[in-house]
Structure formats: structure tokens, C-alpha cells
């Protein structure tokens, strides 16, 4: 199933929620590949853009946090290592065992359900905040 964007999923940060989309964009291709039988191929690529992609998101929102003094960058940047963690796990797997639809599906079922929940509270907790200090 395709994510749609929508004010749930803002942060209020454009620079946030643009790579939100572009994230989300690539889950949706990751979907569309799927219901066509195409998931081993595209789940492969999603792995290898996620892994450049990713990082350089993570980092942007930690600059942030630390730039304005985010009292909850801690509990926020261990969430993200959480997630390396995980992408590192399924990498591994992917690259080790080789992709299979399997594969694509528990990749995009753990894919979706982390950014949907990060985003929608994680995410919208700090910029939040950072909508506040802007104002201020
Ligand atoms: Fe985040």
C-alpha cells in the first residue's frame, strides 16, 4: 500500500519534510515494484539508496537539534541508530542470502512502519520545537 503524504506526517521544517517525501517516494516505487513481481530487483536498489540517503538525513536533523539546543536529541539521535542498526541487519541479509520477495516484503513492511511512526511522532515532536525557536 502506497504512502500518502499528508499533514500528519509534517514537521512544519521544510528542509525535514522534503526528505521525508523523497523518502517516502522511494518506499512507494519499493511498492510498486512489488505488486508487479519486481520486489527482489527493487529491494536491492532501496538498500543502496537507503544507506547514502539516510545518513545524510539522520545527520541534517542532528545538526539541528544540536544547533538549537533539542533537549531531547538524546532519546531522538538513539532512535536513529536504532534504525542503522536495523537497515544494517536486513543489508546483510539481502547481501548475504541474496534478495528474494520474502525479503522485499519484510524489508518494506519494517521500512514503512518505522518512518510512519518516527515521522509522525518523533519527527513532528522536534519540529515542534524548532518552529517555536524559529518564532521566538
Ligand atoms: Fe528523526
Do not use: C
Not at 544494517?88 to 522485499?104: M, N, Y
Amino acid at each position: 500500500m502506497r504512502i500518502e503524504w499528508s499533514d500528519d506526517l509534517s514537521t512544519g521544517v521544510d528542509i525535514i519534510d522534503s526528505q521525508h517525501k523523497e523518502l517516502i517516494k522511494r518506499i512507494n516505487m519499493l511498492v510498486e515494484a512489488m505488486d508487479k513481481g519486481r520486489g527482489r530487483e527493487e529491494v536491492s536498489r532501496m538498500v543502496g539508496f537507503l544507506g547514502s540517503y539516510i545518513t545524510k538525513h539522520f545527520n541534517m536533523e542532528e545538526r539541528l537539534m544540536r544547533r538549537y539546543g533539542y533537549p531531547e536529541r538524546n532519546a531522538h539521535v538513539d532512535a536513529h541508530n536504532e534504525f542503522i542498526d536495523d537497515y544494517k541487519a536486513f543489508k546483510d541479509r539481502i547481501e548475504g542470502k541474496g534478495a528474494s520477495s520474502a525479503l522485499a516484503t519484510s524489508t518494506h513492511r519494517w521500512l514503512r512502519s518505522w518512518l510512519i511512526d518516527h515521522i509522525s511522532m518523533t519527527d513532528r515532536l522536534f519540529g515542534g520545537f524548532l518552529n517555536v525557536k524559529a518564532a521566538g
